[in-house]
């Protein structure tokens, strides 16, 4: 699977340390997303990028900074994490149908663990 | 807003018996449906998707999924499961005129020899 790639696909990090995330797709897609999921809980959105512009932010606490240079990558820097933000965060992309429900691809996921 | 509810957590199922999850939705109109599969360690891989049309929906891996408006379902079902088909399975909804997707909280599958 080629289509949305992720790194790291691990990463353990201490609550002071500041680390980014990176996100690619190779579709040709306009959207991009950031997920959340944790263990036995639905999926959760916390970002969305329509062309490079954030058109969704979903009450995600500041330590989680998004950055969409294009729209071919996405990325997602954190800094000061606490324990709970221990989870697998996925990275998903979709043509702009922005007003109108897509298909959305995912990435294979990075797994973090915050000590 | 839309939401789904997946019943089952936890399905456990012989090699080559075949296979149901269900999947049930909270929507007013015509939902957009989506099954993902999850392998340990893996994304997302969709397996299939209702827009509109045929209310039965193949896909791929040899499943398939049937909306039933009647009952707010999109169930999804494979005849003869393959030890491979052990994974985590999602149920997802969205809507016209919205492109957020609500997932269900997923059933995992056991196959067992």
């Known amino acids: 699977e080629t289509g949305v790639t992720q790194t790291p696909r691990h990463l353990v990090m201490g609550m002071t340390n500041k680390k980014s995330l990176k996100c690619e797709q190779h579709l040709g897609h306009n959207a991009m997303y950031w997920y959340k999921q944790s263990a036995k809980k639905p999926l959760e959105l916390m970002f969305v990028?329509?062309?490079?512009?954030?058109?969704e932010n979903n009450s995600v606490p500041s330590r989680f900074s998004p950055e969409c240079p294009n729209s071919s990558h996405l990325f997602l820097h954190l800094h000061t994490l606490q324990p709970e933000d221990s989870a697998l965060y996925l990275c998903?992309?979709?043509?702009?149908?922005?007003?109108?429900?897509?298909?959305?691809?995912f990435g294979p996921g990075t797994r973090l663990t915050v000590l | 807003a839309q939401s789904v509810t997946q019943p089952d957590i936890h399905i456990t199922v012989s090699e080559g018996a075949s296979l149901e999850l269900r999947c049930n939705y909270s929507?007013?109109?015509?939902?957009?449906l989506f099954w993902y599969v999850q392998s340990p360690g893996q994304g997302l891989q969709l397996l299939l998707k209702y827009f509109s049309g045929d209310t039965l929906v193949q896909g791929i891996k040899g499943f398939e999924a049937e909306f039933k408006r009647s009952q707010s379902s999109f169930n999804l079902r494979k005849p003869s499961v393959h030890w491979s088909d052990a994974a985590e399975y999602f149920c997802?909804?969205?809507?016209?005129?919205?492109?957020?997707?609500?997932f269900g909280a997923g059933t995992t599958v056991t196959v067992r020899a």
């Open positions: 929507y007013g109109a015509t939902p957009y």
């Open positions: 998903a992309s979709s043509f702009n149908k922005m007003a109108d429900t897509d298909t959305q691809y």
């Open positions: 990028y329509n062309f490079k512009e954030q058109t």
């Open positions: 997802a909804v969205g809507a016209q005129g919205d492109y957020k997707l609500s």
